[in-house]
């Protein structure tokens, strides 16, 4: 029985997605954000002199955010998104009873955000938001009971972007403290290696 997954006409497949690159102006401030809204750890960093030896384009932290699911930070002036384009953006699946949670811990890092929602006919809900550098996301549960119940259509994209810098003054030190933890984790993995 051919897999729904795979084209059974194609001689080669894709085995999974290795990571994905989302442009940000700053590295660190940036994983600040994925570490501590987010839950990511921080897997690498870039060494500072790897632009300078030309060994790469612009420097990066890379956070895993979840199995088989690794963003790499990486630093440029350009290619955020508009705050009014719909795409690119990026869904992350997350279990229908944490959905309501989920909307609760944006609130206490005060990340702007609509739902959760659903879209017409689906039965699945959405919360959609932004990080700071203004890249477009959501927490996408496909199934979710009593989606019916819950607001549907188009959404005012301002709602998501971020008015203040982020973190807030009252949650920078937690911020830190949750990034310092993380890459200090990183680091000593990699020393032991």
């Given at each position: 029985?051919?897999?729904?997954?795979?084209?059974?006409?194609?001689?080669?497949?894709?085995?999974?997605?290795?990571?994905?690159?989302?442009?940000?102006?700053?590295?660190?401030?940036?994983?600040?954000?994925?570490?501590?809204?987010?839950?990511?750890?921080?897997?690498?960093?870039?060494?500072?002199?790897r632009v300078?030896?030309?060994?790469?384009?612009?420097?990066?932290?890379?956070?895993?955010?979840?199995?088989?699911?690794?963003?790499?930070?990486?630093?440029?002036?350009?290619?955020?998104?508009?705050?009014?384009?719909?795409?690119?953006?990026?869904?992350?699946?997350?279990?229908?009873?944490?959905?309501?949670?989920?909307?609760?811990?944006?609130?206490?890092?005060?990340?702007p955000f609509?739902?959760?929602?659903?879209?017409?006919?689906?039965?699945?809900?959405?919360?959609?938001?932004?990080?700071?550098?203004?890249?477009?996301?959501?927490?996408?549960?496909?199934?979710?009971?009593?989606?019916?119940?819950?607001?549907?259509?188009?959404y005012d994209?301002?709602?998501?972007?971020?008015?203040?810098?982020?973190?807030?003054?009252?949650?920078?030190?937690?911020?830190?403290?949750?990034?310092?933890?993380?890459?200090?984790?990183?680091?000593?993995?990699?020393?032991?290696?």
């Amino acid at each position: 029985m051919a897999s729904p997954d795979f084209n059974p006409d194609a001689p080669l497949h894709i085995q999974a997605l290795n990571h994905t690159t989302i442009p940000v102006t700053d590295r660190y401030q940036a994983a600040r954000f994925y570490v501590a809204v987010l839950g990511g750890e921080v897997h690498h960093e870039s060494a500072p002199d790897r632009v300078k030896k030309g060994l790469a384009r612009s420097l990066q932290v890379g956070v895993r955010l979840c199995a088989g699911l690794e963003v790499d930070l990486f630093e440029q002036s350009h290619g955020q998104p508009a705050w009014d384009q719909s795409h690119p953006h990026h869904a992350l699946d997350v279990p229908a009873e944490d959905l309501e949670k989920w909307a609760a811990h944006l609130k206490k890092w005060q990340v702007p955000f609509v739902g959760p929602m659903t879209r017409a006919g689906t039965g699945s809900a959405e919360i959609y938001f932004n990080d700071p550098d203004g890249n477009h996301l959501e927490f996408h549960c496909s199934s979710y009971p009593g989606h019916e119940r819950l607001p549907s259509g188009p959404y005012d994209k301002r709602l998501t972007t971020h008015q203040r810098p982020w973190p807030p003054p009252e949650l920078e030190a937690e911020a830190d403290r949750l990034l310092e933890l993380s890459l200090e984790r990183m680091r000593r993995l990699k020393r032991s290696a």
